[in-house]
T-cell receptor, first 110, second 111 residues
């Protein structure tokens, strides 16, 4: 079942912060985050694993609440290059595939 | 490394024709995924392979869709016959330790 992302879209000015949330109806093993720029393929940002192990990319952070089956992506001091659509992709187990949310469109303006 | 390679990048065909999309994963990756992306449905997983073996094809929409992975360096997604509603961007992705690397996609238009 597809996770729910919120907000669906957000517009920021450079330097502002944003939080993107991802909720699943299933117990989670891990959550992946990807960013897709218009006309391009999704690019990996981060994996958050059950038990707290975290891998990161760039200067974007995230949290993973296993009990609430939620993950949040934090973008601080946003830059123009952060614009794009952000997808979360939870997994239910170690070798189970991602199920991507519908994405959050982030626009950063000068 | 060249990354995941997909061909063709664009395909325009007429309804009823057979379409074959191709993917070369990153060398050494043991998982390969086929996704379809549309505005309405987002990014959908169609099928995935582990060590060339199909693991889950429950996302394949109909019998018109089939996928193969004859070896570790090549996979195909075939649509026969194609229909206008198959128009979408099809991505192939490969992974080894969880992180998925996506190819540039094939934009398919079925007239």
């Amino acid at each position: 079942q597809q996770p729910v992302q919120s907000p669906q879209a957000v517009i920021l000015r450079e330097g502002e912060d944003a939080v993107i949330n991802c909720s699943s109806s299933k117990a989670l093993y891990s959550v992946h985050w990807y960013r897709q720029k218009h006309g391009e393929a999704p690019v990996f940002l981060m994996i958050l694993l059950k038990g707290g192990e975290q891998k990161g990319h760039e200067k974007i952070s995230a949290s993973f609440n296993e009990k609430k089956q939620q993950s949040s992506l934090y973008l601080t001091a946003s830059q123009l290059s952060y614009s794009g659509t952000y997808f979360c992709g939870p997994t239910a187990g170690r070798n189970t595939p991602l199920v991507f949310g519908k994405g959050t469109r982030l626009s950063v303006i000068a | 490394d060249a990354g995941v390679i997909q061909s063709p990048r664009h395909e325009v065909t007429e309804m009823g024709q057979e379409v074959t999309l191709r993917c070369k994963p990153i060398s050494g990756h043991d998982y390969l995924f086929w996704y379809r992306q549309t505005m309405m449905r987002g990014l959908e997983l169609l099928i995935y392979f582990n060590n060339n073996v199909p693991i889950d094809d429950s996302g394949m929409p109909e019998d018109r869709f089939s996928a193969k992975m004859p070896n570790a360096s090549f996979s195909t997604l075939k649509i026969q016959p194609s229909e206008p509603r198959d128009s979408a961007v099809y991505f192939c992705a490969s992974s080894y330790h969880g992180e998925q690397f996506f190819g540039p996609g094939t934009r398919l238009t079925v007239l």
